[in-house]
């Protein structure tokens, strides 16, 4: 079964179980919202708990607030580099009819040590990609957070980690303003909230904690898009 049907399913549950608990919204609802996520395993949401816990899932259910039966359709594949989301994920979206993307990959780029310049190549390529299968989709581009933050990295190593992460979260910044895409900032956040609390057991990816942390950032941005 593709993720993408669980997690539609989880909506529905979540949405289900939390409308006791949640205040209606204020304002008036707005029709059904359609979101396809591509990325790596911080898309895919490795780490947390439970899906309903990923990030990506959490602004997801923030949509859902002010916008019923809205959908998610979650392409990533953990470990897909760059050069894979726009070989294997992009071209998926032919058959897909979007209201957002949101793409959220880099990470393995730099564990893989991909020169700078040739992962901002790619991911121009990515995002042109993108622009041309889903033409009127509002795109949301996530900046890459800072794997040297992880303990599996150390002295040297987690120097030139922490270096290649910032060089390709700022391609990623310039390439989403040059394509008119939104950035999300999620290096800004792995910074400022770095703490053995973000992570989860694995070292790597983040926790339940780590995750809402994300959620925070992404959901702001992905709601005014949805509501332009």
Do not use: W
């Not at 059904?32 to 947390?48: C, E, M, N, Q, Y």
């Not at 009819?97 to 790619?122: H, S, Y």
């Amino acid at each position: 079964m593709r993720r993408s049907a669980v997690l539609l399913g989880l909506g529905a549950l979540v949405a289900c179980g939390q409308r006791g608990r949640r205040h209606a919204p204020s304002g008036p609802l707005g029709p059904p919202k359609r979101i396809v996520a591509l990325g790596d395993s911080l898309a895919f949401g490795t780490g947390a708990t439970h899906p309903e816990n990923a990030f990506i899932f959490r602004a997801y259910l923030r949509v859902r607030e002010t916008h019923p039966g809205s959908r998610i359709d979650n392409l990533a594949i953990p470990g897909a580099t760059a050069r894979d989301v726009l070989r294997l994920q992009a071209p998926r979206l032919a058959h897909e009819v979007a209201d957002a993307v949101i793409v959220c990959v880099g990470g393995n780029d730099v564990v893989r040590r991909v020169d700078a310049a040739a992962f901002a190549q790619t991911y121009a390529a990515l995002v042109a990609r993108i622009r041309a299968l889903q033409p009127h989709a509002a795109l949301l581009c996530c900046g890459v957070p800072d794997v040297g933050l992880s303990p599996l990295f150390t002295g040297i190593d987690d120097a030139d980690i922490a270096q290649l992460s910032r060089a390709d979260d700022r391609a990623v910044s310039t390439i989403a303003v040059r394509a008119g895409a939104t950035f999300v900032d999620l290096f800004g956040a792995t910074v400022k909230h770095q703490g053995n609390r973000f992570l989860s057991e694995d070292r790597f990816h983040p926790s339940d904690a780590g995750y809402a942390v994300l959620a925070g950032v992404l959901a702001p941005p992905l709601l005014r898009v949805l509501n332009r």
